[in-house]
């Protein structure tokens, strides 16, 4: 998932789409030209002057060369919740276009993405994703979206305060908390230490609740689950849901290591740990990118493994995507995966080189940190991941043992369970627990219990009773 506001408004958009249906099937607009290229519209094109937009021009300028029966159009629009379902409704979506997993389900069950399941047959990818990844972008056995970024979560740390705590060796590899009551004790350290706060936990604009899902299923607790009838049950009024919500409390009650500020969305959140103020945080891989606006040094930054829960090791898994408009033909599909393998493949061409030392080059320039290896949607074995981390390793700009620890989890995920999002309402699910969050961090009387009992009732009245099975 990345922050970001609102909430999914399904409801309108399927009665919309309901409204729309004869246009299903349709090709996306005019899709070849006079003289008889195929068009594929891409989602998401710069529109800023800047090599971000002249990398894209290249691109495409390169594409069009090698695959003269294409045509890309370049398209501004770039995915949001709001404008998202009325744009597929009225059969104006690009040809391509990204989004995140927390969506990806229910636009398969909208049936606004194409099945892509024979194109990646024929070029040989179907076999070489890393099946976790494919079943989260498959329904009945076909797939229906290109999974192109992944992440696992884990801790991040700043390297300076785990050093003042005495929790860094002498190489630079960081001690690793083992679960999360360890955690609050380092949290603890840091801040007898540095006079800072240790740890830092988000809790507003869902923020919280995403964070809070994978530490309650550490704790033993699930959130929903489905019927024999199909319909989903909230059952998060439960002991072991009580118990991950009661941590939370004491990080602010009983171990006072958590900011002053109980209201943080994912903005702050990031500014509070780039700016120095809090010493670990939930995370994922794509942390650099987020921090260096804030000035935040590449030697500073470290992660790793996401500690285990009392009854289980787990860790959210997430990502984006990119999809294919359930308008487009099959030879529009042809191109739009041609399109896509360009930068997301598992065989090195020298387009893929260009491509991924083109990345790594513009991140160094933003003076990113460069060393960490997420998790990536291909079998680790196949060439592009390899060539990826060689490439990484090469151009690394701070202490690799900084971030070894999380790498090596990544990697090999031993006993820990890679979960991904709850499958349905994650968003309005996230809303609710949020509350739940700041209450416990305001009021130091709160009872956990009560919060999720009510937290659960209005979750299951308020959203899984209107979902349209």
Not at 101 to 128: C, H, M, N, P, R
């Amino acid at each position: 998932m990345k922050f970001r506001k609102g909430l999914k408004i399904m409801s309108l958009a399927l009665a919309t789409a309901v409204l729309c249906g004869s246009l299903v099937g349709c090709g996306n607009g005019g899709t070849t030209t006079s003289d008889g290229k195929t068009q594929i519209s891409i989602a998401g094109w710069p529109t800023k002057e800047g090599k971000d937009k002249e990398n894209a021009e290249a691109k495409k300028a390169r594409f069009e060369e090698a695959n003269p029966e294409f045509e890309i159009v370049p398209d501004n629009w770039s995915f949001d919740l709001k404008s998202f379902y009325p744009k597929a409704a009225g059969g104006q979506l690009p040809t391509v276009y990204g989004t995140h997993f927390t969506e990806v389900l229910q636009i398969i069950a909208a049936g606004y993405s194409a099945d892509i399941t024979d194109q990646l047959k024929k070029d040989g990818l179907y076999d070489k994703f890393n099946p976790q990844v494919l079943d989260l972008v498959s329904k009945d056995g076909k797939v229906y979206a290109f999974p192109y970024a992944t992440y696992a979560l884990g801790l991040a740390f700043n390297v300076d305060m785990m050093k003042a705590a005495g929790l860094m060796e002498a190489d630079g590899t960081p001690k690793q908390p083992k679960d999360w009551y360890e955690v609050a004790e380092f949290a603890v350290k840091i801040k007898e230490a540095t006079g800072k706060p240790g740890f830092v936990f988000p809790s507003a604009n869902n923020n919280g609740g995403w964070i809070f899902t994978p530490v309650a299923w550490s704790f033993g607790a699930d959130f929903m689950e489905k019927g024999s009838d199909g319909k989903w049950k909230a059952i998060f009024d439960s002991p072991e849901a009580t118990e991950a919500l009661q941590f939370i409390k004491d990080l602010k009650w009983k171990y006072d290591v958590l900011p002053a500020n109980t209201l943080i969305d994912g903005t702050e959140y990031y500014k509070i740990f780039g700016t120095g103020g809090a010493g670990i945080q939930i995370t994922a891989g794509d942390l650099p990118a987020k921090l260096t606006q804030y000035g935040m040094q590449p030697e500073q930054i470290g992660m790793m493994a996401m500690p285990a829960g009392p009854k289980r090791h787990v860790t959210l898994m997430g990502g984006s995507i990119q999809a294919v408009s359930n308008k487009a033909t099959d030879k529009q599909i042809e191109g739009a995966l041609k399109w896509i393998e360009t930068s997301y493949t598992p065989i090195v061409t020298d387009e893929f080189k260009k491509n991924t030392e083109t990345d790594i080059s513009r991140r160094l320039e933003k003076n990113e940190l460069i060393g960490i290896k997420s998790m990536s949607i291909w079998n680790t074995d196949t060439d592009a991941v390899q060539f990826q981390h060689k490439l990484i390793d090469e151009k690394t700009n701070a202490n690799p043992n900084h971030v070894k620890l999380y790498n090596d989890f990544v990697a090999d995920l031993g006993d820990c369970e890679l979960r991904p999002e709850e499958p349905v309402c994650a968003q309005e699910l996230y809303g609710i627990l949020d509350s739940c969050i700041q209450e416990v961090l305001t009021n130091k009387d709160a009872d956990c219990a009560a919060l999720l009992k009510k937290a659960c009732s209005d979750f299951q009245v308020n959203y899984l009773d209107n979902l349209d099975y």
